[in-house]
């Protein structure tokens, strides 16, 4: 129990100092790509807008292909994002967000849930963190609530991104 306080107060300590460190005007744009999903092979961008100190937007697109069971198909996928930045601002620091997208795949495979197939909708907690030359990276979990194309396929799951790329 000592370990993860001690270890909680660091990290609330980096993010209070990263705070303290950032200009305010010098970031208002971030994209970022996931890099797990160019392993699909699929391309996952995202663009994050600053709508205040606090707040942002972002907007997320996909597109590439996926084998599952032996059958390959074309998967795109678009959603959104609205964050707040609980400890730190929109360069550095702890956000809590929600998220709504879209996944489709033009064929029938054995696991549509691994690809979170449908439209889906739910909260993240993340933390982001930007480099001073403009690096970005971010982490996000959270649970989301899938509607699958059948009954079947509606159930809770889990938002899990990682995405790196620069921020303006």
Not at 59 to 86: C, F, H, N, P
Not at 128 to 155: C, D, M, N, R, V
Request: glycine share 12%.
């Amino acid at each position: 129990m000592k370990r993860l306080f001690t270890a909680l107060m660091l990290l609330f300590a980096f993010c209070v100092f990263a705070e303290a460190k950032e200009d305010a005007s010098q970031r208002n744009v971030s994209l970022t790509l996931s890099p797990f999903r160019l392993l699909n092979p699929e391309l996952y961008l995202s663009g994050e807008l600053r709508l205040s100190p606090k707040m942002s937007a972002a907007v997320m697109l996909g597109a590439g292909r996926v084998t599952d069971e032996g059958k390959t198909g074309t998967i795109w996928e678009g959603g959104g994002q609205l964050r707040y930045s609980l400890i730190g601002s929109f360069a550095h620091g702890i956000m809590i967000g929600a998220d709504i997208g879209y996944v489709d795949i033009d064929t029938q495979i054995e696991h549509p849930i691994a690809y979170l197939v449908g439209a889906h909708a739910g909260g993240f907690l993340g933390y982001k963190f930007s480099l001073e030359a403009g690096f970005t990276a971010e982490l996000q979990i959270g649970p989301i609530y899938l509607w699958g194309e059948t009954a079947s396929t509606s159930e809770l799951q889990t938002l899990l991104a990682f995405n790196v790329g620069w921020s303006f």
